[in-house]
């Protein structure tokens, strides 16, 4: 069973800090997939990385993706309030349509 | 082009009524996904279908749940006989194509009482 694992759980922090959030498998993953869903909503999805080792940017995001293809990071920047919400990954398995989601990191950010 | 509509929003049953949740893809996607999240958890995968056809429904309790996406409408998610567990936040996602990118609707959120 593919499984991701997702650290920190919760996360809370200053305006203007940084922060890194963890997605970690023992499994690999043919993409993986970063979103965000804000309370009441659906996920919204932020980026896809395919090949192992890519680095992706969005703003002050950045997505790096393990050379192994079986983790994941995702790095803010100068944390404002409106990145507050429950950040989540998701991978591809080889040869599957379906989505494993991780467990989410609920991040925080105070004004 | 109007995104991935999900209704009703809220939805609330007392135990043992069926709950029927509805999923209308977005314009020209022929593959719908069902995921269910429960608080403070990660979606879980339910089932896989394209047109008038299930793919997959690994992820779907053996009883009380089925799944449909009729030639013709939206797709409906049914949950017969509902109980207290079946409280959770079920979204249903769309694609053109199985491995293309799904969009995923606003929820909807099932409170059985």
């Known amino acids: 069973t593919q499984l991701l694992e997702q650290s920190p759980q919760f996360l809370s922090i200053q305006e203007g800090e940084n922060l890194t959030v963890y997605c970690n498998s023992s499994s690999v993953f043919s993409s993986l997939q970063w979103y965000r869903q804000e309370p009441g909503e659906g996920p919204v999805l932020l980026v896809t990385v395919v090949t192992g080792g890519e680095v992706k940017k969005l703003k002050r995001l950045t997505f790096q993706f393990g050379d192994a293809r079986k983790d994941s990071s995702l790095h803010i920047t100068a944390a404002q309030p409106g990145d507050t919400g429950l950040y989540l990954c998701a991978g591809e398995g080889s040869g599957t349509y379906k989505y494993i989601f991780g467990t989410g990191t609920r991040l925080k950010v105070l004004a | 082009n109007a995104g991935v509509m999900q209704n009703p929003r809220h939805l609330v049953r007392r135990r043992g009524q069926e709950a029927r949740l509805r999923c209308s893809p977005m314009?020209?996607?022929?593959?719908v996904y069902w995921y269910r999240q429960l608080p403070e958890e990660g979606l879980k995968f339910m089932v896989y279908l394209q047109k008038e056809n299930i793919i997959d429904e690994s992820g779907m309790p053996k009883e009380r749940f089925s799944a449909e996406f009729p030639k013709e409408g939206p797709s409906i998610l049914r949950i017969q006989q509902v109980v207290r567990g079946d409280s959770a936040a079920y979204f249903c996602?769309?694609?053109?194509?199985?491995?293309?990118?799904?969009?995923f609707g606003q929820g909807t959120r099932l409170t059985v009482v």
């Open positions: 996602a769309s694609s053109p194509a199985y491995d293309t990118e799904a969009f």
């Open positions: 314009k020209g996607h022929s593959h």
